[in-house]
C-alpha cells in the first residue's frame, strides 16, 4: 500500500529538516568580562544576563571575572577586537577613550536619592541616545549603564574639608578628569589601575581612595585604611557593552533576547542594591570595629560643592561642544527623574 506520495514525503522531510536546523543552529558560546569578583555588583548582574540569555536562547554566556582576562584596559581591548562579546567597564576607565564618559567625575552633578538616579539611569537620553552614538563610534554597543552605589572615600586619617586632604595621595581611576576632580577636593590625585591599590594603601605609597562601600568591604580596602567619609559627592556609575560588529551581525531575534536580558538584569541590579550599604557598613564595623565612619554635614560638604564648578569647566575644556551638549541634555535628564 502506498501510504505517502513523493509530495507528501518531501514537505515532510523539509519541515524535519528545518524544525532541526532551528533546533541545532546557532547555539553560540558568548564571552563576557568585568572588573569585579562573580559576587560583586557588577557579577551578579553578569550572572543575571547570562541566565536570562541561557533561558531564552540555545547561546551559553561564559564568564570573566575580574583579574581571570587581566586589567579593564585589557578586557576593553578585547571586547573592541571581537575576542570578547561583551564587556562591563566603568567610565572611570573608558574617559581615556571616549573624554565625554568623564561627565560621571563632575562632583555632585548625580544625585543621592536612588528614585531620582533610578529613574535617570533608565531613561536618560544622554546614556540611551547620545552616549550610545559614541560608545558605537569606538566599535562598541552600549547596552545599558548603571549606579553601583554611593562613592565614599577611604583614609588614613580624619577628613573633614579640603585641607585634611592636603598631601594626601588619593588613588582615583584612570581618567583626567577625576584627577581635576582631586585637584579641587585638595588632594594629590593618584591615577591607578585597581590591582593596585590595596598594596599602595598596605605601603603607604597612596593615604587615601574611593568607590562604593559595598566594594570597600568585599575588597577589604577597611584593613589598610582607618576611615570611611560619606560627601555625597558621587555615585559609582558601571556600562555593559557589547562588541559592535558582533551585534550587528545578531538576527533579530538575538538582538531582542540581548537588549532583553540587559533590562531585566538592569531592574534586577537596582533591586539587588537595596540595603546593600547598611549591610556593607555592618560587615566592615564588626570586621574593624575601630573604623571610623563619619557622614559630613551639609556645611563640611560646602567647599567639595563649591568644586562642582571648576570640575565641569574643565569636562567642557576637555570635550568641546560635544562635551556641552551631552552636559546640557544629562542635567535636562536628571531634572526629568525626579518625577
Ligand atoms: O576602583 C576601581 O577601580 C573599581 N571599583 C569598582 C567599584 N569596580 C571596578 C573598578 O575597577
Same mark, same amino acid.
Given at each position: 500500500?502506498?501510504?505517502?506520495?513523493?509530495?507528501?514525503?518531501?514537505?515532510?522531510?523539509?519541515?524535519?529538516?528545518? !524544525?532541526?536546523?532551528?533546533?541545532?543552529?546557532?547555539?553560540?558560546?558568548?564571552?563576557?568580562?568585568?572588573?569585579?569578583?562573580?559576587?560583586?555588583?557588577?557579577?551578579?548582574?553578569?550572572?543575571?544576563?547570562?541566565?536570562? %540569555?541561557?533561558?531564552?536562547?540555545?547561546?551559553?554566556?561564559?564568564?570573566?571575572?575580574?583579574?581571570?582576562?587581566?586589567?579593564?584596559?585589557?578586557?576593553?581591548?578585547?571586547?573592541?577586537?571581537?575576542?570578547?562579546?561583551?564587556?562591563?567597564?566603568?567610565?572611570?576607565?573608558?574617559?581615556?577613550?571616549?573624554?565625554?564618559?568623564? %561627565?560621571?567625575?563632575?562632583?555632585?552633578?548625580?544625585?543621592?536619592?536612588?528614585?531620582?538616579?533610578?529613574?535617570?539611569?533608565?531613561?536618560?537620553?544622554?546614556?540611551?541616545?547620545?552616549?550610545?552614538?559614541?560608545?558605537?563610534?569606538?566599535?562598541?554597543?552600549?547596552?545599558?549603564?548603571?549606579?553601583?552605589?554611593?562613592?565614599?572615600?577611604?583614609?588614613?586619617?580624619?577628613?573633614?574639608?579640603?585641607?585634611?586632604?592636603?598631601?594626601?595621595?588619593?588613588?582615583?581611576?584612570?581618567?583626567?578628569?577625576?584627577?581635576?576632580?582631586?585637584?579641587?577636593?585638595?588632594?594629590?590625585?593618584?591615577? =591607578?589601575?585597581?590591582?593596585?591599590?590595596?598594596?599602595? =594603601?598596605?605601603? @603607604?605609597?597612596?593615604?587615601?581612595?574611593?568607590?562604593?562601600?559595598?566594594?570597600?568591604?568585599?575588597?577589604?580596602?577597611?584593613?589598610?585604611?582607618?576611615?570611611?567619609?560619606?560627601?555625597?559627592?558621587?555615585?559609582?556609575?558601571? !556600562? &555593559?557593552? !557589547?562588541?559592535?560588529?558582533?551585534?550587528?551581525? =545578531?538576527? @533579530?531575534?538575538?538582538?531582542? &533576547?540581548?537588549?532583553?536580558?540587559?533590562? %531585566?538584569?538592569?531592574?534586577?541590579?537596582?533591586?539587588?542594591?537595596?540595603?546593600?550599604?547598611?549591610?556593607?557598613?555592618?560587615?566592615?564595623?564588626?570586621?574593624?570595629?575601630?573604623?571610623?565612619?563619619?557622614?559630613?554635614?551639609?556645611?563640611?560638604?560646602?567647599?567639595?560643592? !563649591?568644586?562642582?564648578?571648576?570640575?565641569?569647566?574643565?569636562?567642557?575644556?576637555?570635550?568641546?561642544?560635544?562635551?556641552?551638549?551631552?552636559?546640557?541634555?544629562?542635567?535636562?535628564?536628571?531634572?526629568?527623574?525626579?518625577?
Amino acid at each position: 500500500m502506498k501510504l505517502f506520495n513523493r509530495k507528501y514525503l518531501g514537505s515532510i522531510v523539509a519541515a524535519a529538516v528545518f !524544525a532541526a536546523g532551528l533546533s541545532t543552529a546557532k547555539a553560540d558560546n558568548w564571552k563576557y568580562a568585568f572588573e569585579e569578583a562573580l559576587t560583586e555588583v557588577q557579577g551578579v548582574y553578569a550572572t543575571k544576563f547570562k541566565e536570562e %540569555i541561557e533561558k531564552n536562547s540555545d547561546h551559553k554566556v561564559q564568564l570573566y571575572p575580574y583579574g581571570t582576562l587581566g586589567e579593564s584596559a585589557d578586557i576593553m581591548e578585547q571586547a573592541q577586537a571581537g575576542i570578547l562579546q561583551f564587556v562591563d567597564q566603568s567610565p572611570g576607565f573608558t574617559g581615556s577613550l571616549i573624554p565625554e564618559a568623564q %561627565i560621571f567625575f563632575v562632583p555632585y552633578l548625580l544625585p543621592t536619592d536612588t528614585k531620582q538616579l533610578n529613574n535617570f539611569f533608565r531613561d536618560s537620553k544622554a546614556i540611551h541616545r547620545d552616549f550610545k552614538k559614541l560608545y558605537a563610534a569606538q566599535n562598541l554597543e552600549l547596552l545599558t549603564m548603571f549606579p553601583e552605589g554611593e562613592v565614599v572615600m577611604t583614609t588614613k586619617e580624619e577628613l573633614r574639608g579640603p585641607a585634611d586632604l592636603n598631601e594626601v595621595k588619593f588613588r582615583v581611576m584612570t581618567n583626567p578628569l577625576l584627577v581635576e576632580s582631586y585637584k579641587a577636593f585638595g588632594a594629590t590625585p593618584t591615577p =591607578l589601575p585597581w590591582g593596585e591599590v590595596y598594596g599602595a =594603601l598596605q605601603t @603607604n605609597i597612596i593615604q587615601g581612595q574611593e568607590n562604593p562601600t559595598s566594594f570597600v568591604e568585599s575588597t577589604k580596602l577597611y584593613e589598610v585604611t582607618n576611615v570611611i567619609t560619606f560627601a555625597g559627592h558621587n555615585n559609582f556609575t558601571t !556600562a &555593559v557593552m !557589547a562588541n559592535k560588529e558582533f551585534f550587528d551581525g =545578531l538576527s @533579530n531575534a538575538d538582538k531582542k &533576547v540581548v537588549q532583553d536580558a540587559t533590562k %531585566i538584569a538592569f531592574e534586577y541590579i537596582l533591586d539587588y542594591q537595596k540595603g546593600l550599604e547598611k549591610t556593607a557598613i555592618e560587615k566592615i564595623k564588626k570586621a574593624k570595629p575601630g573604623m571610623k565612619v563619619n557622614v559630613l554635614t551639609q556645611e563640611e560638604r560646602a567647599p567639595f560643592k !563649591a568644586s562642582a564648578g571648576i570640575v565641569e569647566a574643565k569636562f567642557i575644556e576637555m570635550t568641546g561642544d560635544s562635551g556641552k551638549a551631552i552636559l546640557e541634555q544629562m542635567k535636562a535628564d536628571l531634572k526629568a527623574a525626579k518625577n
